[in-house]
């Protein structure tokens, strides 16, 4: 057998590539005709021996009677490797990109201690959450927990202190955990009655390609930590590699979404899988998770917009035209020489179509001119899933002052991320940091236009310095309460701009 190999930066596994078939001895030859008048359905073990006739002394030996069973064995699991092999072919291995390479593979492998059982969610919004249900409202029912005259976002932030930053439990448990102390009025009161909405985790990407588990591995967004943080809703990113998976992209997609359905289906006491607003408000009634599905980059659409309807029926709820690189859809905000100069015919016909669907428009790694594309053309509110601000940090993936007000005017809303180099000149952040690109959004765009869209699991350089993972997303609601915002703004930052945009557009 010939092989052609390269090695994983990531993993130092090697990845091997087979061009020829295996080349048959003598002894396999026997275990063929065996395997062939089975077929013809005669008995194995009697073919197996009648094919030791045609052997010379020491190969009958070996392929004797008391070893019959053990060559049969051999012979069943070689062919179900080659039909494998014929049916399937190998998978091409194509570089990785820079993201990829960048990412630390130790932090996404099991836990090597084993974790606790995970309850379900307590019932904490089961009354407030009927179908016509005000998603901007306080999902409190208490009149008391009203601020009454808190200051707005559009006042000046409060200076930080030391330890402004910190999580607001000072048992050590995360907040948004069903074992926090949560007295009413206190931060842990104040999140644990909030709907959390997280708009972009890249977890799929280490499902289907380490073979992760979506319950307890040691990633930023397993769903203990996502439980533990309190988070309510999260957009799972279906991303597949252009570099790697270009020629093979819808193949690979529908690979990762059927891998994160079955994850999904493993943890139903967790979390269900949801595509519209009203199944998010009945998942979140029975107290659990609801996951949705978005696609970072428009390479499985191909070159027939039909594609959008066969994703949508997958169960895709947003899509972004592109990741950061140009494509057969539209230009992207990172390579500097522009292909289409915007969106592509076809990713004109794409936008078009989710329109008529029901499905989000994502606009984040989108170029200038392709951002003006979709907001002069869409027909419903746009996201972005996962983005900053120039006004705070200027970045080529941040969103411009001019794009702030375009969103606010067309309805949609942003989800801050929490990458620390399009947060800080410095490349090192910490929760300030966002709530800084959080402040900015909501005075230029307005307070009902801006959200949380992490990039968890997705991050190549240290998480901002506070929330290292899922489970530290109560540090944001204490952020946002120590910089004088009100408990119905904390509400909407949280998640409930985006639950009014899905309400809209998810039908």
């Known amino acids: 057998m010939r092989v052609s190999g390269s090695t994983s930066p990531i993993s130092g596994h090697t990845h091997c590539r ?120 306080s999902p409190s029912a208490n009149p008391s927990a009203s601020p009454g005259g808190s200051p707005s976002p559009g006042t000046s932030p409060s200076p930080l202190g030391a330890g402004a930053s910190a999580s607001p439990s000072a048992s050590g448990t995360p907040s948004g955990s069903p074992a926090a102390s949560a007295s009413a009025g206190s931060v842990a009161d104040l999140h644990q009655r909030a709907i959390v909405v997280d708009t972009h985790v890249e977890t799929p990407f280490w499902i289907s390609e380490k073979g992760v588990k979506l319950r307890n591995f040691n990633g930023q967004s397993s769903l203990d930590k996502l439980k533990a943080g309190g988070v309510d809703v999260v957009f799972f990113s279906i991303y597949v590699n252009p570099a790697r998976y270009g020629k093979t992209a819808k193949r690979q997609a529908e690979f990762i979404i059927s891998a994160l359905k079955r994850e999904i289906a493993s943890n139903q006491d967790l ?53 950061s690189v140009h494509n057969q859809l539209g230009d992207s905000s990172g ?87 399009f947060l800080e000149a410095s490349g090192k952040a910490d929760v300030a940091s966002v709530a800084k690109h959080i402040h900015h959004a909501a005075r230029v765009a307005g307070i009902d236009h801006v959200g949380l869209g992490s990039d968890f699991d997705g991050l190549d350089t240290p998480p901002p310095t506070g929330l290292k993972d899922a489970s530290q997303f109560p540090a944001i609601t204490a952020e946002l309460k120590q910089r004088g915002y009100s408990e119905s703004d904390i509400f909407k930052v949280l998640g409930g701009n985006f639950m009014r945009v899905f309400k809209q557009v998810l039908k």
Not at 93 to 111: C, F, G, H, V
């Open 18 to 137: 087979c061009y020829s078939r295996y080349s048959a001895t003598p002894a396999l030859r026997s275990i063929s005709m065996a395997l062939k008048n089975s077929a013809g359905k005669t008995p194995i073990s009697s073919a197996a021996n009648r094919t030791c006739q045609n052997l010379d002394p020491q190969e009958a030996i070996m392929a004797s009677k008391p070893i019959t069973m053990l060559v049969v064995g051999l012979a069943c699991l070689g062919g179900a490797a080659a039909l494998r092999y014929q049916t399937q072919g190998p998978r091409e291995l194509e570089p990785r990109d820079q993201k990829t390479e960048q990412m630390i593979e130790a932090a996404m492998q099991p836990s090597p201690t084993p974790q606790p059982a995970i309850s379900v969610f307590p019932p904490r919004r089961q009354a407030s959450l009927s179908p016509n249900a005000n998603p901007n409202a």
């Open 271 to 323: 979390i269900e899988l949801a595509t519209s607003h009203a199944e998010i408000q009945a998942i979140l009634a029975k107290g659990k998770m609801a996951g949705l599905m978005g696609m970072e980059g428009g390479e499985a659409i191909e070159s027939s917009v039909t594609n959008v309807d066969h994703f949508y029926k997958l169960g895709v709820r947003y899509l972004g035209p592109t990741w």
């Open 335 to 421: 390579p500097k020489v522009p292909r289409w100069k915007g969106l592509s015919p076809l990713g004109k016909q794409v936008i078009q179509r989710m329109n008529q669907l029901g499905m989000l428009i994502d606009v984040s790694h989108l170029s200038d001119p392709s951002f003006q594309d979709v907001l002069k053309l869409s027909t419903q509110p746009v996201i972005a899933s996962h983005s900053g601000v120039d006004g705070v940090h200027v970045s080529p993936r941040n969103l411009s002052n001019d794009m702030l007000k375009l969103i606010s005017v067309n309805g949609g809303a942003v989800g801050i991320l929490f990458y620390p180099p």
